[in-house]
């Protein structure tokens, strides 16, 4: 296998994936370029691709409707000896695209610049927010799998899913109508201001899929009056709209080239909040996130808490004695009904609520008073701080074992409190981590809101200026009659377009 290896590519970085738009005299414009992240699920557990040489696999894509195309180029091709033979990349790949990528090359070309009805593009579903990162823009576009437009754009861009996402599933849009009904699909485009009229202005930047699946309602009051009893059989079919629920990101994807730039926070925090306002939605959640978006979650989540007057309030009670033996007197530490009510009011998950308010808790404890050692002093310690920092260790095992009891019963005693307190003291580490991060997602933050009002008063005065400068151009122009007599007023706009001038005539008598 050792002569063979020349013929070996990575598939991680032969595969070239390209974001294009009509450009000048026919030439395509590429707007970006990057590689996958995974190829295992396309290509195997060994990412490889054989039996070419200078491979690049190229996958390009409409920038504003994603229409796919398959470009393959190399220099040599191995030739099969007996069954050793080169992989067949298009076949390979005819299970991820559509029929639509493997047309020529040409014609893809030819379709972005003679597609006519392509500049007037909008993307699928309704345009639910703006934001502007230096002069650039961006839209977030909203809608469903029952929309035909959105499922088109889903289905032409799915290949991302197993280059992104490990473990990603591909949705399928056969689904019958009851379960296409449950997915929300959430579009971030960049609106470019140079397309100059050549090409769509909209280029696709990430998305994020939502599904909403039952929840159990124990028979609150609360959910008593936002919900009515539902009588079977049920009058007409039945929408999720109309029961109690909770929804959960399934996918979640900024193509590489966007990332870094806070456009997941900005799409994470449209898509929060947007679920937090529907009364029929009890709780928001996240499908197996990997560590990059835990700690996006994590920064969003807690920003948002730290909006709240009732969630910077919190505090331990160092006032309350902590038993030696016995369980922990949670309730005397931390107000139960505030958190229950902070909790309810942002729909955040039970772990992941207690995670936050374990980090605000850590954020409000001085760093002086965060020794181990300190802590054999227990909650009789003359500093209060220290009291404070005794009583979040308690309640943080607390919660960690509870988390992780199946696996920690069956430790013996002293290895179990070993165990538990190397792993209190890995949370305690990643939550300074994490309020480091937040302090610099907070100091971004501010920025762009910053930008995005300075953007919108410059909108505002070069408006105002526009209209100053359209009063000023208008004159009065008196035109004599014969005997030389002023005969009729003309009022003059000496606007630079003929659209836009106009003429007011008075005959004066």
Known sequence: MAENAEWSADANQAVMISLMQAGLEGQPRILTTFNPKFTYPIFGDAETIFGYKNLVVGIRFAAHDMKPNLEITYDEEFKAVGEIKPDDIRKVLSDWLLPIAFESPASFIKSIHEDDSSKSFVPAGKLVEKYQLGERHFEVWKGDLMDASMQQVITRMQIFVPFFIEGGTMLRMDDPEWSLQRWVVYLLYEKRQDSKGIAPPYSFVGYSTVYRFFHFSRGSSKTAMMHKTIKIPYPHPLHV??????????????LPPYQGFGHGNNLYNVITEDFRNLLHVFEFTVEDPNEAFDDLRDYCDLACLRTDPDFI???IDTTVQIPRIGPMPTKKLLPAETLIKIQRRYKIAGRQFARLVEMQLLSTIPISSRNVARTTQRSKAANPDDRAYYAWRMLTKQRLYRHNKDSLIQLELEERKEKLEEVLETVENEYVRLLRGAERHEKRVQAQKAAKEKAAKDAAGEEALARSERKSRRRVVID???????????????SSTAESSHRKRRRLD
């Open 313 to 315: 309030a919190l505090r």
């Open 241 to 254: 709209d109309d029961i109690p629920c909770k929804a959960r990101i399934s996918q979640f994807i900024i």
């Open 480 to 494: 004599n009659d014969d005997d030389g007599h002023p005969a009729v007023i003309t009022i003059e706009d000496d």
